[in-house]
C-alpha cells in the first residue's frame, strides 16, 4: 500500500517563504505524476500545482510564479517551494497524484501552512 507523508509547514508572515516535502513510499514513484492540492477552512480542496513523471510542471493561477513544484525520484519526493505568500494561502496542504488519476488512498495526513502577522 502507497503511504504519503506530507511535511514543512508552519507559521509564516506574508511575503515569507516555506518548503513543503512529500515523501511517497510502497510504490515505484517514479510511475507517477504527482501533485500538491491545499484545502483551507469552509472551502473545499483544490488543485495547486503538478509535476509529471517527465518533469513538466503546472501550475493554478493563483499560485503561478510564486509557487515552483519539482520532484526527485532518487528520494521518492516531491517538492513545493513557496514564496511571496499571502493570507489566502493559509491552508492544509496534501501530495497525491495527478487530477484525473486514481489517488493514493487514504491521503496523507497534510501539513498545515498558516500566513499571518
Known amino acids: 500500500q502507497v503511504q504519503v507523508v506530507e511535511s514543512g509547514g508552519g507559521l509564516v508572515q506574508p511575503g515569507g517563504s516555506l518548503s513543503l516535502s512529500c515523501v511517497v513510499s510502497g510504490g515505484i514513484f517514479s510511475d507517477f505524476g504527482m501533485a500538491w492540492y491545499r484545502k483551507a477552512p469552509i472551502k473545499s480542496r483544490e488543485w495547486v500545482a503538478s509535476?509529471?513523471?517527465?518533469?513538466?510542471?503546472y501550475y493554478a493561477n493563483s499560485v503561478k510564479g510564486r509557487f515552483t513544484i519539482s520532484r526527485e525520484n532518487a528520494k521518492n519526493s516531491v517538492l513545493l517551494q513557496m514564496s511571496s505568500l499571502k493570507p489566502e494561502d493559509t491552508a492544509v496542504y496534501y501530495c497525491?497524484?495527478?487530477?484525473?488519476?486514481?489517488?493514493?488512498?487514504?491521503w496523507g495526513q497534510g501539513t498545515q501552512v498558516t500566513v499571518a502577522s
Open positions: 509535476v509529471t513523471r517527465g518533469g513538466m510542471t
Open positions: 497525491n497524484r495527478l487530477p484525473g488519476e486514481p489517488s493514493f488512498d487514504p
